[in-house]
Nanobody
Framework: QVELVESGGGLAQPGGSLRLSCAASGSIFSINAMGWFRQAPGKERELVAT???????NYADPVKGRFTISRDNARNTVWLQMNSLKPEDTATYYC?????????WGKGTPVTVSL
């Protein structure tokens, strides 16, 4: 069992920045990749970015060049630095982990981008 706890969401103005954190605990030895998905009201959950234990990253097209995912394996933590935020980035952001054929999810942290 892996537990994921997100933090860092909130309100930002367009063009602003936020940094999300996700701390993993439990059976962390089983984790390979970690990452972030988001779900806006009335929409399906979508990929934002992922990172493997080896540091290989993958980004969704809408966030490329604006968001950066990073990971500290020793601290079992993954971050999402979000710059140049847009109103369409408004969503609940979920941290996920994958490994040993299982996936785990955090409860999510809300991000609102508005004037």
């Amino acid at each position: 069992q892996v537990e994921l706890v997100e933090s860092g969401g909130g309100l930002a103005q367009p063009g602003g920045s936020l940094r999300l954190s996700c701390a993993a605990s439990g059976s962390i030895f089983s984790i390979n990749a970690m990452g972030w998905f988001r779900q806006a009201p009335g929409k399906e959950r979508e990929l934002v970015a992922t990172i493997t234990s080896g540091g290989k990253t993958n980004y969704a097209d809408p966030v490329k060049g604006r968001f950066t995912i990073s990971r500290d394996n020793a601290r079992n933590t993954v971050w999402l630095q979000m710059n140049s935020l847009k109103p369409e980035d408004t969503a609940t952001y979920y941290c996920g982990s994958w490994g040993d054929g299982k996936d785990y999810w955090g409860k999510g942290t809300p991000v609102t981008v508005s004037l």
